[in-house]
C-alpha cells in the first residue's frame, strides 16, 4: 500500500514557539492531505483539508492563522502550529489519498507527531 | 447533524470471537471503513464496504446494511495483538470522512 510519513514523531517545544510538521507521500502523488488531531482516547477530529497548489479548507472552529497550512508541491504538506500553547498539545495525523490508484478512497495515515507544549 | 455510535470499549479472550457494530446517521454515504488504531499510533486500514453484504479479508470481516445505516467489524480467534481501537467511518455525500469516537478492545488470555 501507499506509505505517508511524517516529521518529526515526536516534539516538545516551549509556549509561545512555533512547530512545523511535515507529511509526505513517499510512492504517490496528492493533490488532498488531511491534517487531524486526536486527544487521548477520543477520536480524530478533522481540522484541515489541504489541497496542493491552493488554500486549505478548515473545519469550523479551527483557527487558519494559528495552524498555517501549506501544500507546496504533491508529496508534501506542512502543518505549522503557530504560537504554541499546552492546550495545543496532542497528536496530529496527517493522511493522504493515492487518487490515481484503484483504491483512491482509502485514507493511508502517516505515523503521526505528538507535540507536547510546556 | 451528523453521528456515528459504536460501543466505547469491549472485553473478549483470547480465541474467541467478537463482532464491534457500528451505527450511523449522515448526509449521505459514500461508503464504509474499519481502522485499528493501537495506543499511541496512526490509524492502520482493515476494510471498506461501499455495497452491502460481508466482506471477509483472513480473521476480519465486515458487514454493511445501507438500508439500516449498520455495519460490524467481526474478529475471529482473537490474539493479544487486536487489542486496540476500533475505527468506524463513514464517507459522506462530499467524501468527507465522518468519525466515530472508536471502540477500545481488550483482548483477556
Known amino acids: 500500500g501507499a506509505v505517508v510519513s511524517q516529521h518529526p514523531s515526536w516534539v516538545i517545544c516551549k509556549s509561545g514557539t512555533s512547530v512545523k510538521i511535515e507529511c509526505r507521500s513517499l510512492d504517490f502523488q496528492a493533490t488532498t492531505m488531511f491534517w487531524y488531531r486526536q486527544f487521548p482516547k477520543q477520536s480524530l477530529m478533522l481540522m484541515a483539508t489541504?489541497?496542493?497548489?491552493?488554500?486549505?479548507?478548515?473545519e469550523q472552529g479551527v483557527e487558519k492563522d494559528k495552524f498555517l497550512i501549506n501544500h507546496a508541491s504533491l508529496t508534501l504538506s506542512t502543518l505549522t502550529v503557530t504560537s504554541a500553547h499546552p492546550e495545543d498539545s496532542s497528536f496530529y495525523i496527517c493522511?493522504?489519498?493515492?487518487?490515481?490508484?484503484?483504491?483512491?478512497?482509502?485514507?493511508?495515515f502517516g505515523p503521526g507527531t505528538r507535540l507536547t507544549v510546556l | 447533524g451528523q453521528n456515528i455510535d459504536q460501543p466505547t470499549e469491549m472485553t473478549a479472550t483470547e480465541g474467541a470471537i467478537v463482532q464491534i457494530n457500528c451505527t450511523y446517521q449522515t448526509s449521505g454515504f459514500n461508503g464504509l471503513f474499519w481502522y485499528q488504531q493501537h495506543a499511541g499510533e496512526a490509524p492502520t486500514f482493515l476494510s471498506y464496504?461501499?455495497l452491502d453484504g460481508l466482506e471477509e479479508k483472513g480473521r476480519f470481516s465486515s458487514f454493511l446494511s445501507r438500508s439500516k445505516g449498520y455495519s460490524y467489524l467481526l474478529l475471529k480467534e482473537l490474539q493479544m495483538k487486536d487489542s486496540a481501537s476500533y475505527l468506524c467511518?463513514?464517507?459522506?455525500?462530499?467524501?468527507?470522512?465522518?468519525w466515530g469516537a472508536g471502540t477500545k478492545l481488550i483482548i483477556k488470555p
Open positions: 464496504n461501499v
Open positions: 489541504s489541497n496542493e497548489g491552493s488554500k486549505a479548507t478548515y
Open positions: 467511518a463513514v464517507y459522506d455525500s462530499n467524501y468527507q470522512l465522518i
Open positions: 493522511s493522504a489519498r493515492d487518487e490515481a490508484s484503484g483504491s483512491w478512497n482509502e485514507q493511508f
